[in-house]
Each structure stands twice: as structure tokens, then as C-alpha cells.
């Protein structure tokens, strides 16, 4: 079983919905928590950063962490054609000095006009 | 400031072929690291480094090495090419403190025939 789920999706929605991703974690010592967002065939680019729990706003950007459930969201309101990408989620432990991140296979968003 | 940048941008090889990949960064990060994404595996680390001349095997090294002999640059290393090393490769650099925060290169597409 992977450490970090997340649905492949693709996720099909109209222009001007709500997006919700969400990602789910095994191993509870995770406390720094991130979202990238990646178009075709372009690198990752941060979106999103949390420490512990508790939600972020950022624009029409909302990340949720719920570390009771191990459970992380990425809210996206008012969406537009240009936040069609593909979004993954990202978590490293307390403590790893090296910084290393271990990725959701993430979810292939299109936002259809 | 350029940031991440990798060369070469996609590159075909045969069986049994050798080649080097190139990531050099000019924002002075210490942390250095490589990936591969595969699709609905997400990014899998190969290797990753901290500063000149050390380094780290990630989730699935197997088949690659790596040097960072200069701080701005960290090559990684196919000795003998195989079909299952057909993949995206990206780098990614950090600073030593400030956040979790990666930034990604625009990625190599490596088709190994």
C-alpha cells in the first residue's frame, strides 16, 4: 500500500464550479503538507503549503488538513479552463533534515468552458 | 534568475546506451534532488544530495548514480540503459532552511527503445 493516495481521476467539470481534491496518508508523523500543481509536460509548481492542521486560503485556492483522519483537501472555487492541470499532493515527515517528500500519483483536473 | 533548469529536454536511446542528465540551479540551494514520474506512479525519488559531493539513494535507485561536484549542479547517471527507465526526469532543488518548499525543473523525457 502506497504511504499517500490520490485518485488519478480525471476530474470533468463545467467553468465556474468548485474543484475538490483530497488525498489520504498512512503515516501519522507527516506534518508538513503541500499541493502542486503541474500542466502537460511542464515541471511541478507549488500551489499550496501547510504545516499541521487546520485550512489555508489563498485566492480561490482553500487547503484543508485533517490530521485525525489523515485526510487532505484542495478546494478550488470559481474555476476557470486555466486551472485544468494535473494536481498532486505532497508530505514530508517532522525531522527528515533531507526534505524528502513523498507524492500522491495525482489527479488530472479540465475545466471545461 | 533562471531556477531550475535541465538538459537535455528529451533525449531517445537505445538498450545498453549511457547517458547524463544535467540540473543546475542558481538560487544557491543546498538540497538537490532527482525523480522520476511514471504514469499513476506520481514522482519517485531517485537519488537526492545535500551540498558538494554528497549523496543519498531515494525510493528506487536502482540503475542510476549521481554526482554534485559543483553546488549549483547535480547530474544523474544512466550507465546502461533500460526499457523500464523510459520516464519523465525532474530535478528539484531547496534551501537548507526556510520551508519544505521544492522547486521543480521543466522535466527530461527520456524514451529508452
Request: aromatic share 12%.
Given at each position: ?113 | ?11 531517445v536511446l ?72 523510459t ?22 523525457r527520456l524514451l529508452v527503445l
Amino acid at each position: 500500500q502506497k504511504e499517500v493516495e490520490q485518485d488519478p481521476g480525471p476530474l470533468s467539470v463545467p467553468e465556474g464550479a468548485i474543484v475538490s481534491l483530497n488525498c489520504t496518508y498512512s503515516n501519522s508523523a507527516f506534518q508538513y503538507f503541500m499541493w502542486y500543481r503541474q500542466y502537460s509536460r511542464k515541471g511541478p509548481e507549488l500551489l499550496m503549503y501547510t504545516y499541521s492542521s487546520g485550512n489555508k486560503e489563498d485566492g480561490r485556492f482553500t487547503a484543508q488538513v485533517d490530521k485525525s483522519s489523515k485526510y487532505i483537501s484542495l478546494f478550488i472555487r470559481d474555476s476557470q479552463p486555466s486551472d485544468s492541470a494535473t494536481y498532486l499532493c505532497a508530505m514530508s515527515l517532522t525531522g527528515d533534515s533531507w526534505g524528502k517528500l513523498q507524492f500522491g500519483a495525482g489527479t488530472q483536473v479540465v475545466v471545461t468552458p | 534568475n533562471a531556477g531550475v533548469t535541465q538538459t537535455p529536454k528529451f533525449r531517445v536511446l537505445k538498450t545498453g546506451q549511457s547517458m547524463t542528465l544535467l540540473c543546475a540551479q542558481d538560487m544557491n540551494h543546498e538540497y538537490m534532488y532527482w525523480y522520476r514520474q511514471d504514469p499513476g506512479m506520481g514522482l519517485r525519488l531517485i537519488h537526492y544530495s545535500v551540498g558538494e559531493g554528497t549523496t543519498a539513494k531515494g525510493e528506487v535507485p536502482d540503475g542510476y548514480n549521481v554526482s554534485r561536484l559543483k553546488k549549483q549542479n547535480f547530474l544523474l547517471g544512466l550507465e546502461s540503459a533500460a526499457p523500464s527507465q523510459t520516464s519523465v526526469y525532474f530535478c528539484a532543488s531547496r534551501p537548507l532552511t526556510g520551508g519544505e518548499t521544492q522547486y521543480f525543473g521543466p522535466g527530461t523525457r527520456l524514451l529508452v527503445l
